[in-house]
């Protein structure tokens, strides 16, 4: 089991341009969500989704879409990035809500 | 919104000492978890604990919901203990998931 992967590990972007960030799970669980996390402060939710096909917004949506076409994968994408978005974001899974939620490795995004 | 606060910010302990984090909440909870993140930053669940008391080898954790708080012991720590400590709360109504995070304790053990 690989348990929950992240794609890329690391990205630069220029102000504007567009990127998706892949998370997938082989655990088979229901919940996956996005977060991002900034310096000194604790994990913010952006989206998350309760099965496949389904998506809802969290703490911090604005500028963030999501899809979760397949039960595995979760889908994060900026359409066009700002300078505000630069943070580390960390997906997770959980078997259902209200479990132990398992989170992938983060991936580190800088936006100029 | 629920707000949650966790004390200390930083601890500075020597390798084989005992350590209690804190973690305040200012509303009713669903469920509660303790994170562990380490210094490379990957995110390790150590506890799901709505209420009660659990163990897990050296960590320990209680919560008592009527009073809004919950503690997580270290006991006998270990360089490997080093990171940040992150307790997360659901207080969302059914079908509305939401965790919310506080700021963390950061936790160095020095050998």
């Known amino acids: 089991n690989a348990g929950v992967t992240q794609t890329p590990k690391f990205r630069v972007l220029k102000t504007g341009q567009s990127m998706t960030l892949l998370c997938a799970q082989d655990m088979n669980h229901e919940y996956m969500y996005w977060y991002r996390q900034d310096p000194g402060m604790g994990l913010r939710l952006i989206h998350y989704?309760?099965?496949?096909?389904?998506?809802a917004k969290g703490e911090v949506p604005d500028g963030y879409n999501v899809s979760r076409l397949k039960k595995q994968n979760f889908l994060l994408g900026l359409e066009s990035a700002a300078p505000s978005q630069t943070s580390v974001y960390f997906c997770?899974?959980?078997?259902?809500?209200?479990?132990?939620?398992?989170f992938g490795p983060g991936t580190r995004l800088l936006v100029l | 919104g629920i707000q949650v606060e966790q004390s200390p910010p930083d601890l500075i302990l020597q390798e084989g000492a005992n350590s209690t984090l804190r973690c305040n909440f200012s509303?009713?909870?669903?469920?509660l978890q303790w994170f562990h993140q380490n210094p490379w930053g990957q995110l390790i669940n150590l506890f799901y604990i709505p209420s009660g008391t659990k163990q897990n080898g050296r960590l320990s954790a209680t919560t008592v919901a009527t009073e809004r708080y919950s503690l997580l012991y270290i006991s006998s720590s270990q360089t490997t203990d080093s990171g940040v400590y992150f307790c997360a709360v659901d207080s969302s109504n059914f079908g509305n998931e939401k965790l919310t995070f506080g700021t963390g304790t950061r936790l160095t053990i020095i050998p």
């Open positions: 989704s309760v099965g496949e096909g389904t998506t």
């Open positions: 997770a899974s959980s078997y259902s809500r209200g479990q132990t939620q398992y």
């Open positions: 509303d009713s909870v669903n469920n």
